[in-house]
């Protein structure tokens, strides 16, 4: 049980262009999830707390205009990195909470993303 | 700012050796995980401790919460290449609202 997926899990893209990644969780209704970046060989940074149904809390330092969040149902949230440059290239993961379990965080596998 | 500290932040070692990664804070979490991460993929939970003293082990892997439920270890007995990956701590606040990650400890257990 707890199963999280993304969408896609890789995605190769243009500087300028937008991407949007999904997060959902498969077997559990999540009322939290949670996006983090992943710089190489280094922890995960949390970038947004989103609550289903209403606006997400941007951690500091996470421009909201450019790392857009929905999470419009239950079981899905997006992410989409708009006008997007090589420096948001980057591992991105997403997480959920099923609070009828408890206060742990599953994750997804994450999305890869290059910007050319 | 709650800080979660784990150490060491990189471990390399020889099959069949044991070893122990800490997480200290100087403040209380109402529970506290460990997950693995293998490259290109996302964090494993692997556990959750949640009472101070707490010992929960998980083959060879054994967990422990500390009395004041501040810190954390997780040993290894008798590594194995298997074993390879990051090892995450994770704190989650009295409230329950946050929670609070470790840096990680990049374990690397050659053949």
């Known amino acids: 049980g707890a199963v999280v997926s993304q969408h896609p899990s890789w995605v190769i893209c243009k500087s300028g262009t937008s991407v949007k990644i999904e997060c959902r969780s498969l077997?559990?209704?999540?009322?939290?999830m949670f996006w983090y970046r992943q710089f190489p060989k280094q922890s995960l940074m949390l970038m947004a707390t989103?609550?289903?149904?209403?606006?997400?809390?941007?951690e500091q330092g996470v421009e909201k205009d450019k790392f857009l969040i929905n999470h419009a149902s239950l079981t899905l949230s997006t992410l989409t990195v708009t006008s997007a440059h090589p420096e948001d290239s980057s591992f991105y993961i997403c997480?959920?909470?099923?609070?009828?379990?408890?206060?742990?965080?599953?994750f997804g596998p994450g999305t890869r993303l290059t910007v050319t | 700012t709650q800080l979660l500290e784990q150490s060491p932040q990189f471990l390399s070692i020889q099959e069949g050796e044991n070893l122990t990664v800490y997480c200290n804070s100087s403040?209380?979490?109402?529970?506290l995980q460990w997950y693995r991460q293998e490259p290109g993929e996302g964090p494993v939970l692997l556990v959750t401790?949640?009472?101070?003293?707490e010992v929960k082990k998980l083959k060879r892997l054994t967990f422990q919460f500390g009395d004041a439920r501040k810190d954390s270890s997780l040993h290894i007995t008798a590594a194995q290449p298997g074993d390879t990956g990051l090892y995450l701590c994770?704190?989650?606040?009295?409230?329950?609202?946050?929670?609070?990650f470790g840096a990680g400890t990049r374990l690397f257990v050659k053949a």
């Open positions: 997480s959920a909470n099923d609070w009828d379990r408890g206060y742990e965080q599953y």
């Open positions: 077997d559990f209704q999540a009322t939290t």
């Open positions: 989103s609550n289903e149904g209403s606006k997400a809390t941007y």
């Open positions: 403040s209380v979490f109402s529970s």
């Open positions: 401790v949640v009472t101070g003293g």
């Open positions: 994770a704190g989650v606040n009295t409230g329950g609202f946050k929670t609070i």
